[in-house]
């Protein structure tokens, strides 16, 4: 399907990782943001993640980590082509990923009609953040933001609420930026061997909770 591509303008971001995370810098007014997934990361229990690594070995988690990394990059990137309309998007894509890509264009051909931004840098003075969001598209005539995730199984609604907060948060960094309602935001789970399903929730849901998340985060930071 051949989407409406009205792009918005985009601010000049850079991405810098440091110590302590990757932040965004601003060239233009010398700002720096931490980035979304960043402060999330700070405000998340990561224990499990020290005993995962714990249980399986720094060696064997350490190639998890990278394949999951080369796999989620590939598969935003076939997917940023298709919505680009370019006819090659999948050429070098394994059999495995053809098929969960073809689940995700199936999915984007019902619901995208109009595409404002793909692989866009935003960011909030109010929640002192940016990030680079996936698609900000109407999607069935609605704003919404869009944000793709890949995994290893499926994952429950309940297991994956920083997905929603960062999602969120970029529509409230859309709506600083360029005052423009976003009434929706939904992540795409593209799981490694099953089909591609989404979940959609309303922007306003968890609002006061990501305002919460990144204000208190940025008064630790600053004691």
Same mark, same amino acid.
């Given at each position: ?5 009205d ?11 440091g ?29 499990w993640?020290?005993h ?40 070098n894509?394994?059999?495995? $990923?053809?098929?969960?890509?073809? =689940? #995700?264009?199936? +999915?984007? *051909?019902? !619901?995208? %009609?109009?595409?404002?931004?793909? /692989? ?14 996936? $698609?900000?598209?109407?999607?069935? =005539? #609605?704003?919404? +933001?869009? *944000?793709? !995730?890949? %995994?290893?199984?499926?994952?429950? /609604? ?14 409230? $960094? ?34 006061n ?15």
């Amino acid at each position: 399907m051949a989407f409406v591509l009205d792009y918005l303008p985009q601010p000049e971001l850079k991405q810098v990782t440091g110590l302590n995370g990757r932040y965004y810098y601003n060239p233009l007014t010398e700002e720096k943001f931490d980035s979304v997934t960043t402060v999330l990361q700070r405000a998340t229990d990561l224990s499990w993640l020290a005993h995962w690594k714990a249980k399986v070995g720094e060696e064997i988690a350490d190639e998890i980590t990278k394949r999951a990394l080369i796999r989620g990059t590939a598969t935003h990137h076939i997917i940023e082509n298709y919505v680009r309309g370019r006819p090659d998007y999948d050429k070098n894509a394994s059999p495995f $990923m053809k098929k969960a890509i073809r =689940g #995700v264009t199936k +999915i984007l *051909d019902e !619901k995208v %009609s109009v595409v404002y931004g793909i /692989e866009m840098p935003v960011f909030s003075r109010h929640l002192n953040t940016a990030g680079t969001l996936d $698609m900000f598209c109407q999607w069935n =005539g #609605v704003n919404a +933001i869009v *944000d793709y !995730k890949t %995994s290893k199984e499926i994952k429950r /609604e309940s297991d994956i609420s920083n997905y929603f907060f960062q999602a969120t948060a970029y529509a409230m $960094m859309i709506e600083e930026m360029y005052f423009i309602k976003v009434p929706k935001i939904i992540v795409v789970m593209i799981p490694e061997f099953d089909y591609p399903y989404f979940f959609e929730k309303d922007s306003n849901e968890l609002r006061n909770d990501v305002e919460k998340i990144f204000i208190q985060d940025r008064q630790r930071e600053n004691q």
